[in-house]
């Protein structure tokens, strides 16, 4: 069964500076992958998918950028934070199997 | 494209009784799967139950089952002698397909608590 490992796990950040959150996915080969972000009591927003190495799709126009350097490892950057960039980040995977599963997300604080 | 309804933004229901929360979708494909998903307050995202909508028997998995009406494009998660670690915010979504560009359409979601 897939596990997924996201880091860090709560994240306190000032306006314009640099964002790095790390997904990484244990026990399949090959998987797609999935950054969603969820604002305080709704539902998730789809912002990235890779289907493999170097290959990102970006769903919504916004500030940040994703990017997939190792298979089974994804990615979620920007270089300069603003205040709506605060939320909840979760990475999903799926492969071969039509649910997706979720990791423990990161929760982001821009202040 | 697909959209995922869920009109009811929450519920209450008393420990071990029985509650149903709804879900209407709207998709063009033929091929496609809905899923319940729970998120606990610990903000995990949590698969309850799944239904491929090429199958006509409802889904069930211990005291979650499905009300699955394709015509009328309803999908409705019934939750039988509620315990109080149900309580959390559920999910409906859809999914046409299986590839990465068939991506995951989620409702708004539902709170539900569960009463002791």
Not at chain 1, 14 to 30: D, I, Y
Not at chain 1, 56 to 70: D, M
Not at chain 1, 92 to 111: D, K, M, Y
Not at chain 2, 78 to 97: E, N, P, V
Request: hydrophobic share 35%; net charge positive.
């Amino acid at each position: 069964s897939q596990t997924i490992h996201q880091w860090p796990a709560t994240l306190v950040q000032p306006v314009g500076s640099p964002l790095s959150l790390e997904c990484t996915v244990e026990g399949t080969s090959n998987p797609n992958l999935y950054w969603y972000r969820q604002a305080a009591g709704r539902g998730l927003q789809l912002l990235f998918y890779s289907v493999g190495i170097g290959q990102i799709s970006s769903e919504v126009p916004q500030n940040l950028s994703a990017s997939r350097p190792q298979d089974r490892q994804f990615i979620l950057s920007s270089k300069k934070l603003l205040l709506s960039d605060s939320g909840f980040y979760l990475c999903a995977s799926t492969w071969e199997v039509s649910e997706q599963f979720f990791g423990p997300g990161t929760r982001l604080t821009v202040l | 494209a697909q959209t995922v309804t869920q009109s009811q933004p929450e519920m209450s229901v008393q420990e071990a009784e029985t509650v149903t929360l709804s879900c209407t979708y709207d998709t063009s494909e033929n091929n496609y799967y809905l899923f319940w998903y729970k998120q606990p307050p610990s903000r995990q995202m949590i698969l309850v139950i799944r239904q491929e909508a090429y199958k006509q028997q409802n889904a069930t998995e211990n005291r979650f089952s499905v009300n699955f009406q394709k015509a009328a494009k309803s999908f409705s998660l019934k939750i039988s002698d509620s315990q109080l670690g149900d309580t959390a915010m559920y999910f409906c979504a859809s999914r046409a397909g299986t590839g990465a560009n068939s991506k995951l359409t989620f409702g708004k979601g539902i709170t539900l608590s569960v009463r002791p």
